[in-house]
């Protein structure tokens, strides 16, 4: 089984699960694909913003882990009915859950952080800024590709090198994103931020999603 090679930060305080990571593509995320992707998470809820936003993170992971048996299984056997599952399944992820997820960082991470950060964190904000933006146009290209296999179109595959080097480097620019993220701009957030900002700010994440 294909596992992802996408780098992510422990978490000692989440319990060691099996995640979707383990499963064959056609078997992709079924426990998440009764959800709103994003709304909900076994280890986290909007009153704790910051572990929902980690939670996120892990969901990212496990979705382009998801991506990465695709790909294989796509070389291997084609865009079968189990591979046209699992790119529905990365599409509905990175359509709805990820613009998501970026908001609540545009609206309630950054802009603490380019307000009273120190220079190097301000200067650290703007790249992941632009990299939000740089995810979104590699992210249009990828799911052109990913759409044409959920669909069953007949010209959907073999990629070619040029089409896999757009989802590594998708893939890619998300592994460094997250650990930046994770390792500065989140901690630096909470302490600006304080534990009484913490409700009202996951309730807009909640109310952005419908909750």
Do not use: N
């Not at 319990?15 to 998440?32: N, Q, V």
């Not at 009764?34 to 936003?53: I, K, N, T, W, Y």
């Not at 990828?142 to 089409?163: D, I, Y």
């Amino acid at each position: 089984m294909i596992r992802s090679s996408v780098p992510f930060p422990p978490r000692p305080s989440r319990a060691t699960a099996r995640t979707a990571t383990d499963a064959e593509p056609g078997a992709s995320a079924s426990a998440d694909a009764h959800e709103v992707p994003g709304l909900r998470s076994p280890a986290a809820g909007f009153d704790q913003p910051f572990e929902m936003l980690h939670a996120c993170h892990e969901r990212v992971q496990r979705t382009l882990g998801l991506l990465a048996r695709l790909r294989g299984h796509l070389r291997r056997h084609g865009a079968d009915a189990q591979a046209r599952e699992a790119a529905r399944d990365v599409l509905r992820y990175f359509d709805i859950a990820a613009p998501l997820h970026h908001e609540d960082e545009e609206l309630h991470v950054f802009p603490p952080l380019l307000a009273h950060g120190s220079a190097a964190v301000v200067e650290l904000v703007q790249t992941l800024q632009a990299e939000h933006a740089a995810m979104a146009r590699q992210w249009a290209e990828a799911r052109m590709l990913l759409a044409a296999v959920a669909e069953g179109a007949e010209c959907a595959v073999p990629w070619s090198a040029e089409q896999e080097k757009v989802l590594e480097d998708f893939a890619g620019l998300y592994a460094e994103h997250i650990v930046r993220e994770e390792s500065v701009a989140y901690p630096a957030a909470q302490v600006l931020l304080g534990e009484s900002e913490w409700a009202p700010m996951g309730r807009e994440m909640a109310r952005r999603r419908g909750g």
